[in-house]
C-alpha cells in the first residue's frame, strides 16, 4: 500500500507514519532524506532518531529516493519515507533543473511496481500566500505537482492538522 501523509510543521505527520508504519507489523526501514546544514535541522533529526525504534533500519538518502525504494522494497517490509520536502529542497539547491526532473520522474515510475507498505511524509506548503523570491516559489510550486502526482499513486492520502489525521482518500485509519 503507498500512503502520502501531509501536513504542516508539528502538525503530527511524521508521528502519524511512524505510528502507521509500527501497526502495518512489518520491518520497517526508514528513510531519511535530510542532509546536516544547520542546528536547529540537526535537532530536529535528533528528535526523529529518538523516536525511532532501534530495531528499525535506516537508509539515509538526500538524492536519489527512487534507487532506494527498488533496493530496500519487499513484500514483508515498510518503508517510511521522512521527508518528500526536504528531498525536494536537496535537488532544488543542486541547481540542475533536469536532474531534478530526472529524479521526480524515477520515483513516480518506480511507485506502481514496488511491493509492500511505503508511508511517504512530506511538508503541505501550498495553504499560504505566494511566497516571495523565485527560489521559493518554485519549491512551492514543485511540492505541490509532487504532491498532486503522488496523491494520485497512492491509495491512502492523510492530511494531518494539530496531530489530527483527516483522510483525503483510501481507507479511514
Not at 527498488?70 to 533543473?97: F, G, H, I, K, Y
Request: overall charge negative.
Amino acid at each position: 500500500m503507498l500512503q502520502l501523509i501531509l501536513g504542516g510543521a508539528r502538525s503530527g505527520k511524521s508521528r502519524l507514519a511512524e505510528r502507521l508504519a509500527t501497526d502495518s507489523q512489518l520491518h520497517v526501514v526508514y528513510i531519511a532524506t535530510s542532509q546536516p546544514v544547520d542546528g536547529e535541522l540537526d535537532q530536529r533529526v535528533a528528535l526523529h532518531r529518538e523516536r525511532r525504534p532501534d530495531h528499525w533500519g535506516l537508509v539515509e538518502e538526500p538524492l536519489a529516493l527512487a534507487d532506494v525504494l527498488r533496493a530496500q522494497a519487499r513484500s514483508d517490509r515498510c518503508l517510511l519515507v521522512d521527508c518528500l520536502t526536504l528531498w525536494l529542497t536537496n535537488l532544488l539547491m543542486l541547481d540542475e533543473p533536469e536532474r531534478l526532473k530526472a529524479e521526480r520522474q524515477a520515483l513516480l515510475e518506480t511507485l506502481p511496481g514496488l511491493p509492500g507498505h511505503i508511508l511517504f511524509v512530506s511538508n503541505e506548503t501550498g495553504l499560504g500566500v505566494v511566497p516571495l523570491g523565485e527560489l521559493t516559489r518554485r519549491y512551492v510550486d514543485e511540492a505541490g505537482l509532487l504532491h498532486q502526482a503522488l496523491a494520485e499513486r497512492c491509495e491512502r492520502v492523510v492530511f494531518t492538522v494539530a496531530g489530527l489525521p483527516m483522510v483525503l482518500k483510501g481507507p479511514a485509519l
